[in-house]
């Protein structure tokens, strides 16, 4: 093979790389830009799974409030029954500030892969409707998009608050 041709061939190889690197990275990390805000929303559902519990928390805009309920899931023979633990009411405002403080936007299409020799854990996945019709949608196992925990520790607070 000439010089050229190697030259070529090496040029392909890289370029080839840096598609499959920033298709990973954009997997990994989530598609949506932080930067974007969300102006409102029209739900939001988080599902945490371990080995002996599932909890989901719903939120639902309803005018300038937003309903936030904590759901134990708990399993029958034939159907999963959501069983309502804690439920507040709160200004959708402090919704909307924690859904941006938590760059939820840039959740959607992430997919955490379950981190190899970690035999149990926890599973999430998020689905949202933000400002009309825009969709977020994001799942994951013992691996997390950036600013999960804060997510959760604020619902945890808002559900807490008396």
């Known amino acids: ?5 190697m030259k070529k061939l090496f040029a392909l190889l890289l370029a080839a790389a840096a ?7 954009a997997q990994t990390c989530g598609t949506g830009k ?7 929303f029209e739900i939001v ?15 639902v805009m309803k005018g300038k409030d937003a309903e ?4 134990a899931i708990r399993y029958n023979k034939n159907e999963d029954k959501r069983v309502p633990e804690r439920q ?12 941006n403080d938590c760059e939820l936007v840039s959740w959607d299409g992430f997919h955490g892969k379950h981190p190899k020799d ?19 949608r994001a799942e994951g196992s013992e691996n997390f998009p950036k600013h999960f925990r804060e997510l959760r ?6 559900l807490s608050q008396k």
């Open 1 to 5: 093979m000439n010089k050229n041709h």
């Open 19 to 25: 598609m499959l690197t920033f298709t990973s990275v």
């Open 34 to 40: 932080a930067s974007q805000k969300i102006e409102s």
């Open 45 to 59: 559902t988080l599902r945490l799974s371990g080995m002996r519990f599932t909890t989901e928390y719903e939120i």
């Open 68 to 71: 936030v309920v904590e759901y």
């Open 88 to 99: 507040t009411v709160c200004s959708a405002d402090k919704i909307l500030k924690l859904l």
């Open 118 to 136: 970690v035999k149990d854990g926890i599973m999430f996945s998020l689905q949202a409707t933000v400002n009309g019709d825009r969709k977020i």
């Open 153 to 158: 520790d604020g619902l945890h607070a808002i």
